[in-house]
């Protein structure tokens, strides 16, 4: 079939001004902000369900790959289209369908983005828990699809614990529903286990997500330390007392200065790390739980330790810790964000492997953190223009990774694995593990035409990793 045949009959489907197929429009969508680049042949913006379903069923007949695409942050390369392969953006797809107070449920399309969803329900007195840092950009089918996590994930678990129900277009075209508005569902959790599945199993086209009450009371505190040592200890000593803050997140240094070079979020600048840590409940269970919080803060080391407890003073800390990726532009004009995990113990230990991993190859390394779920980001920030420093970025990153299964973590908190972590999985799972993963994704996508050449290290038909050298300046697009 001849390439413009193919693009018009995806034109029929969505109308004339839905398919972006010229080469430099398609520039926008090569990217994820990860290493890799891929253009897709063409880039189709579907209104509903039905559309997706139709052009999917087109693809299928046509032996075309298809990637999901919601606001392209993943980091992990998982929304980069296969050579050859379209992808579908779900742009158009952002409305709020419904929310049912009574309930506590709200349905949405795939493309809302993760804070407006926020936004939307606190007017009804609700929220929706999961909240990655990203979230001002991210979409819910992209949250989905990775199971994204965020800061208050620490107390209320990630996205797969707020997924109800999902309707999903397969591979051929065929709508599924998985889960239900019930808090229960007789047989397979295919719900759960398509949560995270980073695209390969289907198109989520329908999300309906659980809502919690907002909390009576919120008390942030920044607790400012000497070196990031103490920081860590204060982590495990927070833990240790028994509290499950709502959130616990770590920031270095150097993304400090970084920050505060952008924004002013209150953070001192000479400060070894700080660490933001939330509660949330009843008045008088958070004014509790702060004495205790405060006390684990000056036993391990607090230089000083200061409390928001208006929401204009807790935006601000906010702020700073979620425009931190974007700080990091004022530094270097590249970044390279590893996911790792490991035991909220090691914690020390890893970063002076990344301090040593930072020294070795000669590249400055940011962390900013979920600490409370011992979930790393060590930020490798680079000129991509110098020869020679992605691929030492990608060396070092791979030692980082090695470390953190090696000391007892694992690949990824949240990002997905995607193409930049594939070749990592046969750290931590064995051929047999990987065998039923597959089996799994057959079952829902035997011909694999979804999001092909992710995840599995052997699945390379489609890709080779290789990281793409950086294009000239004002050409990056790194920075969200
Ligand atoms: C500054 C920054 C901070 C971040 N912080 C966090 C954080 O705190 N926690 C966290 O978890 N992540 C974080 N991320 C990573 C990223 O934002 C999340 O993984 C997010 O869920 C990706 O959403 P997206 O809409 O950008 O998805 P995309 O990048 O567009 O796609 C990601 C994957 O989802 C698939 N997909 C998209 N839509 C659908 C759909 N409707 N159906 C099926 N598959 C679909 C794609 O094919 C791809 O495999 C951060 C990223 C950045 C840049």
């Known amino acids: 079939m001849q390439r413009q045949g193919f693009i018009d009959r995806l034109k029929a489907i969505v109308g004339d001004d839905y398919v972006i197929a010229h080469p430099e429009d398609l520039l926008v969508y090569e990217y994820d902000g990860?290493?890799?680049?891929?253009m897709p042949r063409a880039v189709v913006l579907p209104a509903s369900a039905g559309e997706v379903s139709r052009t999917l069923a087109l693809a299928y007949q046509e032996g075309v790959p298809v990637v999901g695409r919601g606001s392209g942050t993943g980091l992990s390369g998982g929304a980069l289209a296969p050579p050859g392969g379209i992808q579908i953006a779900f742009t158009r797809m952002n409305r709020i369908l419904e929310v049912d107070t009574e309930?506590?449920?709200?349905?949405?399309?795939?493309?809302?983005?993760?804070?407006?969803?926020?936004?939307?329900v606190r007017k009804f007195g609700m929220r929706y828990a999961p909240d990655p840092s990203s979230q001002k950009a991210c979409s819910l089918g992209g949250n989905i699809a990775e199971n994204a996590g965020g800061p208050h994930c620490l107390a209320y678990g990630a996205t797969t614990n707020?997924?109800?129900?999902?309707?999903?277009?397969?591979?051929?075209?065929?709508?599924?529903?998985?889960?239900?508005?019930?808090?229960?569902?007789?047989?397979?959790?295919?719900?759960?286990?398509?949560?995270?599945?980073?695209?390969?199993?289907?198109?989520?086209?329908?999300?309906?997500?659980?809502?919690?009450?907002?909390?009576?009371?919120?008390?942030?505190?920044?607790?400012?330390?000497?070196?990031?040592?103490?920081?860590?200890?204060?982590?495990?000593?927070?833990?240790?007392?028994?509290?499950?803050?709502?959130?616990l997140e770590m920031i270095d240094a150097l993304s400090i200065r970084a920050v505060q070079q952008v924004t002013d979020a209150?953070?001192?600048?000479?400060?070894?790390?700080?660490?933001?840590?939330?509660?949330?409940?009843?008045?008088?269970?958070?004014?509790?739980?702060?004495?205790?919080?405060?006390?684990?803060?000056?036993?391990?080391?607090?230089?000083?330790?200061?409390?928001?407890?208006?929401?204009?003073?807790?935006?601000?800390?906010?702020?700073?810790?979620?425009?931190?990726?974007?700080?990091?532009?004022?530094?270097?004009?590249?970044y390279y964000l590893v996911d790792g995990v490991v035991p909220r113990t090691r914690l020390s230990q890893v970063l002076r492997k990344v301090s040593e991993v930072s020294e070795k190859y000669?590249?400055?390394?940011?962390?900013?953190?979920?600490?409370?779920?011992?979930?790393?980001?060590?930020?490798?920030?680079?000129?991509?223009?110098?020869?020679?420093?992605?691929?030492?970025?990608?060396?070092?990153?791979?030692e980082l990774m090695e470390y953190c299964v090696a000391v007892g973590g694992t690949l990824s908190g949240e990002h997905g694995i995607g193409l930049e972590k594939k070749q990592?999985?046969?750290?931590?799972?064995?051929?047999?593990?990987?065998?039923?993963?597959?089996?799994?994704?057959?079952a829902f996508a035997p011909a694999n035409r979804l999001n092909p050449g992710k995840i599995f290290p052997d699945d390379d038909g489609f890709y080779q990793i290789v990281p793409q050298p950086t294009p000239p300046p004002g050409d990056t697009g790194m920075y969200v």
């Open 162 to 247: 707020h997924v109800l129900a999902l309707e999903v277009a397969l591979e051929d075209g065929t709508m599924v529903n998985l889960g239900g508005p019930a808090r229960e569902v007789p047989g397979y959790d295919l719900r759960g286990v398509f949560v995270g599945s980073e695209g390969t199993f289907g198109i989520a086209t329908q999300i309906t997500v659980r809502l919690l009450p907002l909390p009576e009371t919120v008390k942030t505190f920044l607790g400012i330390f000497p070196d990031i040592e103490s920081a860590c200890s204060a982590v495990s000593a927070v833990i240790g007392h028994g509290i499950v803050p709502a959130a």
């Open 34 to 38: 990860s290493v890799d680049r891929a």
């Open 424 to 442: 990592f999985m046969p750290l931590v799972f064995t051929d047999a593990d990987l065998a039923v993963m597959r089996r799994t994704r057959d």
């Open 362 to 398: 000669g590249i400055i390394i940011a962390n900013v953190f979920h600490a409370g779920d011992g979930n790393l980001h060590p930020c490798m920030l680079f000129d991509g223009r110098e020869p020679g420093v992605t691929e030492r970025a990608m060396a070092g990153a791979a």
């Open 266 to 334: 209150g953070y001192p600048e000479d400060a070894g790390a700080v660490l933001l840590i939330e509660l949330e409940g009843l008045w008088e269970e958070v004014d509790e739980v702060s004495r205790e919080v405060e006390s684990a803060l000056w036993e391990t080391g607090a230089g000083e330790v200061r409390v928001a407890e208006e929401d204009r003073e807790r935006e601000r800390l906010w702020l700073g810790r979620k425009t931190a990726f974007g700080a990091f532009g004022a530094i270097a004009p590249n």
């Open 103 to 120: 309930n506590r449920t709200a349905t949405i399309e795939p493309g809302v983005i993760n804070l407006d969803l926020d936004n939307h």
